[in-house]
Every structure is written in structure tokens, then in C-alpha cells.
């Protein structure tokens, strides 16, 4: 039996699948969906879903329909994440049975991760067994992924030779999955994948904005048509993209757990004792792996953000006891990136609709006043909205631009550094870290020139 999953990055997608076949699984990601995903999502599911109902659906269906041959009810299962929130994430599995049904595959299995014991026996007589092993290898799998995308984007804006980033993320994605597939021997290849880091050439010191990516977690996570490729766009147009992690979601999973058993917490104390001792044991143990794996990157990725930072950023604006989609989070990022020098401008995507996207968005202009005018866009995505998500970007993209220059110009001012000195700078290795005391990247690559 193999078994199919995806929905997030390349990265993460590729690196989940060496994990698991790690552990004695076939498992096979999905392509990135695309617009056809989305179309015969349209076509099989109800009417009024939320984009990343209708791009997941589709592009299992699309899948399905391509291997018809093989008798995929028996061949395949599919695991993605369930929820029950209170905003439609919480429909997914149903929209899923649906749609499978109506495409001609009524007895196609699904499982959605959740805490059940149903969940837990159904997946166990498919043959996937949810134990400690598992989620471990997952965690990994999904961690490397978020640090090989943080470091990606902080390099690619800035190589010499075109196309050496990709090559080192393709290298390094088969040397980190052998090693989660052998299940030993990571040290070793995170030492080699920054070995590898150390011979691609970049040139910091051209300005360039950093736009920092929030918004619906499908929506700002995807790297296909659900979002217009918006990372990679980014690059094309002369920015240096700040992408979230896949950690950050599962961090914010437990801590959103952790507030609502405390709150629970009269009516069974010892069960909410048991639970936050869990709870707790999974924090430690998440922030461990991400940061063990980035010391050995040579700390070149961002430490993972802490929850209750974000919580208390957001608190004047959003109470962080509402649950639905990102939660506070995209309003505690968004202070994060102003507070932190993480960025220049704050662009929030979402699919068209998505209600608590829409309610962060309320806020988030006061949210802007009150950081002393901080640069923000929200965008929806409805799959044909491009020209207009983009031309909406680009008009942000070039008030950016200027913070940018203005910030390179005024630090040439402050640590004395003159053209000719920056002109004779030569090109540095991408595993070179940074020192963090502007926003733009070029303005602290010259503290290397001092
Ligand atoms: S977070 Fe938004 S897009 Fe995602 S399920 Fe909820 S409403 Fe839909």
C-alpha cells in the first residue's frame, strides 16, 4: 500500500517521503497543485469552499484519475492534516469523501490527522502505524525542510552564478533524505549540505527589500498557482522573500492547545496535567531538533519565533484565544517584522473569503499606525486574480524598494564606507552569517567591510 500526501514545499514534501520510507512506507507527495487542481476541485466538491479545499481536493483527484489503471482504492491511501475548527478547515474530510465519491472512487481512504482514538485504530488497520518513531521522523523531515527553505530564499536573491542556489537545494534535499531514510548519520550530512552552502558565491551588498510572507497557512506556504508562485515571483522582481516555517504551525498548534486545557482545566485537573505534560514534552522536544539542525547549519536560518512573543504583539489587536486559520499569528507577525528588523514590508496572502484572514485584516491598518506606518498588503487568491494580487504587490514593492536604498545609503554614512570600498568587495560564501543590526541585507553585509 502506498501512501500519498503533500501540500506543502518541495523541500518539505521530498524530505517527509525519505522519512518515511525510513520507516518501511512508500509514500509518494503529490505535485504542487495547480490550476487544474483547482478547476476539478470546483467541479467535485460543494459550492462556497475555501481555495485550499478546492486545490487539495483536486490534486488528489487529478493523481487518481492518472493512475486509474492501478486500482488506487486498494494501491493508495491519502494522510493530510485534519482539524475541527471553527472555520472550515474543519470541513475538509468531508469535502474529501464527497468529491472522491463523485469522481468515481467512493472507497478511496482518507485519514486527517487527528487526536482520536478512531483516527489512531482506523490508520492502524491500513497498515500506518502512529507511534513515537513516526512523529519523530516527521518533526525532522519537517524541520530540515523549513531551514533549508530560510536559508534558500536568504541566498538565492544575491548568487553570482544563476542557478548554483538551486543546485545546492537539490544536493542537499538528496543528502538530508538518505540520511532520514538510513535514519542516522544527519550530523554528517548537515555538515555536508554547509560544505556545500560554503561554494556558492553571493554578492550581499546590492539593496534589496525583504518582504516577510504571512497570511492563511495553505495559502502562504504553497510555492504553486494558489499563491502565483509568490516566492519565486518575488525574487524575479528584486526581493529577498522571508518565508515562514512549517515549525512556527506546529508550535502554534500546541500553544493554542496549551491555552485552551488551561482554561478547561477545572473540570478534570489531572487530565489537564497529563495533557500539558505532553504538551510540553512535544515543545521541548520540536525546539530541540530545529535548534540542534540550525546550529550545524552555522545559524545561518532564523531561530524558530517564540509563541509567546507573537501572542503578546498581538494581544492589543487580536485576542489570542480566537481560534480559526493562523489565529493572532498573522497580526503578531506582522509587529515581529517591524519590531525585529525582519522586513520591510509585510505582504498577507489568503484564499478569496477565508474568514479569520479577513478579521487579522480588520486590524491590521491600525496595526501599521501604530508602528510608525509600517508597510502591509493583504492579498486574496481566487486562481484568476493574478494580474491584479500581483500589480497590488508591486505598487508596495516599490515604497520597499526605497526603504531599502535609503536604509543602504544612510549605514554607507554611519559605518563610513565609500563606494570604491564597496566596489572592491569581493563575492562571499552563502554560508556566511550576518550580522543583525539593519533590515536590509546589504546594510549588514557592509559590517563584514568595516
Ligand atoms: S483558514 Fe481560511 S482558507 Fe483555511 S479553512 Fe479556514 S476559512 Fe478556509
Given at each position: ?226 499563491n502565483y508562485r509568490l516566492a519565486s515571483w518575488l525574487v524575479e522582481e528584486?526581493a529577498?522573500p ?144 493574478e494580474?491584479?494580487?500581483k500589480?497590488?504587490i ?57
Amino acid at each position: 500500500m502506498k501512501i500519498l500526501f503533500g501540500g506543502l514545499t518541495k523541500a518539505h514534501d521530498t524530505l517527509i517521503s525519505f522519512a518515511l520510507s525510513g520507516l518501511g512506507y512508500e509514500a509518494i507527495p503529490l505535485p504542487t497543485p495547480d490550476n487544474e487542481s483547482l478547476r476539478l476541485g470546483k467541479e467535485y466538491c460543494n459550492k462556497g469552499q475555501c481555495n485550499p479545499t478546492y486545490y487539495t481536493v483536486g490534486n488528489l483527484i487529478k493523481f487518481l484519475l492518472s493512475v486509474k489503471e492501478e486500482n488506487p482504492e486498494e494501491e493508495y491511501v491519502f494522510v493530510t492534516a485534519g482539524a475541527c475548527g471553527p472555520c472550515r478547515f474543519g470541513m475538509y474530510e468531508m469535502e474529501y469523501r464527497k468529491a472522491l465519491k463523485e469522481a468515481g472512487f467512493p472507497r478511496f481512504r482518507v485519514f486527517a490527522f487527528e487526536q482520536s482514538k478512531a483516527f489512531f485504530e482506523s490508520a492502524q488497520l491500513a497498515g500506518i502505524k502512529l507511534d513515537r518513531e513516526f512523529f519523530k521522523s516527521l518533526i525532522k523531515a519537517i524541520v530540515l525542510g523549513d531551514l533549508l527553505n530560510d536559508i534558500y530564499y536568504k541566498t538565492k536573491p544575491y548568487e553570482i552564478q544563476k542557478g548554483e542556489t538551486d543546485n545546492w537545494r537539490e544536493e542537499s534535499l538528496f543528502i538530508l533524505g538518505e540520511a532520514l531514510k538510513e535514519r542516522k548519520g544527519l550530523r554528517k550530512a548537515l555538515s555536508r549540505v554547509r560544505e556545500k552552502l560554503r561554494s556558492v558565491k553571493v554578492n550581499y551588498l546590492v539593496p534589496k527589500p525583504k518582504v516577510k510572507i504571512t497570511g492563511e497557512f495553505f495559502a502562504q506556504t504553497t510555492e504553486g498557482d494558489a499563491n502565483y508562485r509568490l516566492a519565486s515571483w518575488l525574487v524575479e522582481e528584486g526581493a529577498e522573500p522571508v518565508v515562514e516555517p512549517v515549525s512556527t504551525w506546529i508550535d502554534y498548534l500546541i500553544f493554542k492547545r496549551e491555552i485552551d486545557t488551561k482554561e478547561r482545566a477545572f473540570k478534570d485537573r489531572l487530565g489537564a496535567l497529563k495533557t500539558l505534560a505532553g504538551l510540553l514534552a512535544l515543545k521541548l522536544y520540536l525546539r530541540a531538533v530545529y535548534n540542534a539542525y540550525r546550529f550545524l547549519l552555522g545559524n545561518k536560518p532564523d531561530p524558530l519565533k517564540s509563541q509567546k512573543k507573537l501572542a503578546k504583539y498581538a494581544q492589543p489587536y487580536y485576542s489570542p484565544k480566537l481560534a480559526g486559520g493562523e489565529g493572532h499569528m498573522e497580526v503578531g507577525k506582522h509587529v515581529y517584522a517591524k519590531k525585529h528588523k525582519l522586513a520591510h514590508l509585510v505582504v498577507s496572502v489568503k484564499p478569496f473569503g477565508c474568514m479569520p484572514s479577513t478579521q487579522s485584516d480588520g486590524v491590521q491598518q491600525k496595526v501599521s499606525k501604530d508602528l510608525g506606518g509600517s508597510l502591509f498588503v493583504s492579498v486574496e487568491t481566487s486562481g484568476d486574480a493574478e494580474a491584479n494580487v500581483k500589480s497590488r504587490i508591486l505598487m508596495k514593492l516599490y515604497e520597499a524598494k526605497l526603504l531599502a536604498r535609503e536604509e543602504f545609503e544612510r549605514a554607507k554614512k554611519e559605518l563610513n564606507i565609500n563606494e570604491e570600498r564597496i566596489k572592491s568587495a569581493k563575492p562571499v560564501s552563502a554560508d556566511t552569517r550576518l550580522p543583525r543590526r539593519y533590515t536590509t541585507t546589504a546594510s549588514n553585509a557592509l559590517l563584514l567591510l568595516k
